[in-house]
């Protein structure tokens, strides 16, 4: 132990993702330098370096001359028990001046997007600030120029695969619409037509389900990128997990203070979205559009407004771009949750009878537009094409050889709880609250628990009788099931009407 | 233990506000009810609930069937070793839609404010949810209704002191001016007049000390009310921590987020001061604004902005409130510093022939428009009654007095580490930018380590010859010496000019 050393003992306490450094109050260090607890302090090891808050022990959970640090911490400095660390205070950081600046109301320039995305990418923002700078961020408060800065510093940040050919092929959903998970059926379909799509999804952030959880119950998602190059390379195409790549890394950051804010921002959304395009390597993007009364999207307006944007950042950045606004007036499929939407990816890539016809025709749309849009179809025929590729069986080998090169195709698992909730009345299903179905299916335990979440047995416009089951929910712990049942009973999302909508 | 309940375990772990419960990932209640790290959960012991972050545990610190809390945790719930909590997934909280509306820019009605004051008073939101509803609320995104209506909510939430009788005196200075120490001399002489000033005042936020840190390194300061009416039905005044009080208890909460966040917002500065002065009883209050380049309040427009503002909550709430704008230009009396600012206070008191001259004048001003302000004195007299108080040592009598009441005056302590700074060229003092001065003061340790901070040997305008010592750094450790040294030398906070300034 050097002086101003402290040896490292473990005590595995998660805290997810802000590191923590657990230090005695007595310790000499704490009293050399003067710490309190929630200081901010620099953590170094050999050449490693890391800012953490301080938590102060007052008791013998650590011996003198002991530290310990959150599993995150011991992660981001590569440390093994009795390993030696220095702590100092932690450096002041200029970007957080910036960062109030644009608080009071200022424009920020390029320069403090960059030093402020540099920073949280190396983890130097403290929960706190990660939640005051989206917030910040929230409720139209940026211009088109701040949304092109913030999207370039996202960018320049992280790594950017170049996959030195044209075009490169990719779709997102701007979500809010529970259970719409074309993006595994539009890669299959669209690399079964020879394209290159290299497909990298998050996770959910505040809906039920990501593209990421549910391919997960399908194959292995977390892939590094020379993995992920050798399934591309032989399958043109991949479904993998971004977050464990290092495309955007400020972006996974962000995104999990985000989550329990439950913060919806539009310059964050582009630059989020963007990002992880431009760094994967996209030439051709193809972005969804839901828009509905509970969508993440309610209005044309908002939709034209957010279009506006992502086009005018895109082709700030040499992306090309297409926006496809879609209905978004009720979830599409009928799984809402990883397994449970995996299940009708499935059903819809084999050409099951039962598959989800609205989930099929809105891939089919989708895989279309992105074949005229690549220039692999003539105008008017990328629908038929996709068509065609779906229904040979191309598009179901494809999926198969993609998954077999990320490290086999499983079945998902099917959730060990399940109950029925079912008609109080007889009438017309006049409105599905896609809102409320998410938080449902949340508190069912999706996506954390993968079988967990709900199955839905009517669309808008059924008529239904007294009895007649509505949707099941599914879920892997009674306390989840008892949670998502418990909120049901004052807000139930399913509407139902005597007489059909007009 | 009960089927749910988990034994708790002391680990002593402080992480200052928040709750935290720290709980084993394998035990059965994570396991039945599907928690995950960062969950938020209720905890539950006897009558008391509380809501917590999780933090899981992935080791043998923690036996089955036992937790254990953060140091806060425990408080709050009264929780004593080998008690057994219940733990249960957190209650949707309906004023996080509020708050995120907000966020996005929409009004807040007084509904939506005591629905968020009332669950920020009882610990129901984490920090994140703290540093979001601070960030939405600054930088002029309230207005006049909504600023009252957060401060109404402030008030109703927590305790009124009613004195039976007016007027009832305050003061309050808006921060920024390091050294501005005024408030114990002009409660000395307000109730050496015989007019009554509970005073009740804060701990630091953003600067090296708040009056209570001052008061603190005299006498004590955290009594509670019955220990409060106690000394103010005998002396007529008080000079406490409003922090022991259960005074306006959102703001204690608020303002421990909005230190490391480092925020300013005008409707939360009025909301804080007006609730506290409304729920300590003050039927008169007076507002000291310092305005100054690099004082907290910036121009003569800002500080006409921030009075109108207070003026009109204040009308709000039936308190009557008088305005005095003072200038700003540097800091007052010569300490910074708890103990630093406490000598000055205590050689104005004494008529100590090296009293500060500034800071004296200051609180003259002060006194003497309370004492007109509250109908003491006929208008134009109160300076002179203020005067004569101060130098026949009336003054000096009342706040020994009060102090004794209190628990008893004590001498404030002196920095163990002190270390000039001399003057690097001849020339005059052109400029002393208080907010560098007080990150100085801050990084030598204040207002943590009481004796910390600086204290300055020279005003504006002052001639200065090379080597003539500009301030003398006090600190109780070595580290934050050589940490406020290292800020120095890239930010000089004393400007020399070759002429004088005009």
Not at 205 to 223: C, F, K, N, W, Y
Not at 463 to 490: D, I, N, R, S, W
Request: some cysteine.
């Amino acid at each position: 132990m050097t002086a101003t050393g402290l040896r490292l003992r473990p005590l595995g306490i998660d805290t997810q993702q802000e590191h923590v450094i657990y230090m005695r109050r007595d310790c000499h260090v704490c009293r050399a330098e003067g710490f309190e607890s929630q200081t901010r302090v620099e953590v170094g090891l050999r050449e490693r370096f890391i800012i953490a808050t301080l938590n102060v022990v007052q008791s013998e959970l650590l011996a003198t001359g002991e530290a310990s640090l959150s599993t995150s911490a011991w992660r981001a400095l590569g440390a093994a028990p009795g390993d030696t660390v220095t702590v100092t205070h932690a450096p002041t950081l200029d970007s957080l001046s910036a960062m109030r600046s644009k608080i009071y109301g200022h424009r920020l320039d390029a320069q403090a997007f960059d030093a402020i995305i540099g920073d949280v990418a190396a983890g130097r923002y403290s929960d706190l600030h990660l939640a005051a700078f989206l917030t910040a961020c929230a409720g139209g408060r940026m211009d088109l120029q701040e949304t092109i800065a913030l999207t370039r510093a996202m960018v320049h940040v992280g790594d950017r695969i170049d996959w030195g050919r044209t075009p490169i092929a990719d779709k997102h959903c701007v979500g809010g619409l529970p259970g719409n998970r074309t993006t595994p059926i539009v890669v299959a379909i669209v690399t079964a037509a020879g394209l290159t799509m290299p497909k990298t999804s998050s996770r959910a952030i505040t809906s039920p389900a990501g593209t990421a959880d549910v391919m997960e119950t399908l194959t292995r998602v977390d892939l590094d990128v020379t993995a992920m190059r050798r399934v591309v390379e032989r399958e043109g195409g991949c479904l993998v997990w971004g977050g464990a790549l290092t495309l955007s890394p400020a972006d996974d950051v962000l995104i999990r203070v985000e989550r329990p804010l439950d913060l919806d921002s539009d310059a964050q959304l582009v630059a989020s979205v963007l990002s992880k395009k431009i760094a994967a390597g996209a030439t051709h993007a193809l972005i969804d559009i839901p828009v509905g009364p509970t969508a993440k999207v309610r209005s044309e307006e908002e939709a034209h407004r957010l279009q506006a944007l992502m086009e005018q950042v895109a082709a700030a950045h040499g992306l090309h771009l297409r926006v496809l606004r879609t209905h978004g007036s009720q979830p599409v499929g009928r799984g809402v949750g990883p397994a449970l939407e995996a299940h009708d990816v499935l059903a819809v890539l084999r050409g099951a009878a039962a598959a989800p016809v609205d989930l099929r025709m809105r891939a089919l749309v989708l895989a279309g537009e992105l074949l005229e849009f690549c220039g692999h179809s003539i105008p008017g025929t990328g629908r038929s094409e996709a068509w065609r590729l779906l229904d040979s069986g191309a598009a179901w080998a494809k999926f198969q050889a993609i998954c077999e090169a990320q490290g086999g195709l499983r079945e998902p698992g099917v959730a060990p709880l399940q109950e029925r909730v079912t008609a109080e009345h007889a009438g017309y299903v006049s409105g599905i609250d896609s809102r409320r179905l998410a938080r449902v299916a949340k508190l069912a335990g999706a996506p954390g628990a993968p079988t967990a979440g709900l199955d839905l047995h009517v669309k808008l416009g059924d008529e239904v009788q007294l009895g007649m089951p509505l949707f099941t929910l599914h879920a892997e712990a009674p306390g989840e099931l008892a949670y998502a049942k418990h909120y049901l009973a004052t807000h139930p999302f399913i509407k139902l009407s005597d007489t059909v909508a007009p």
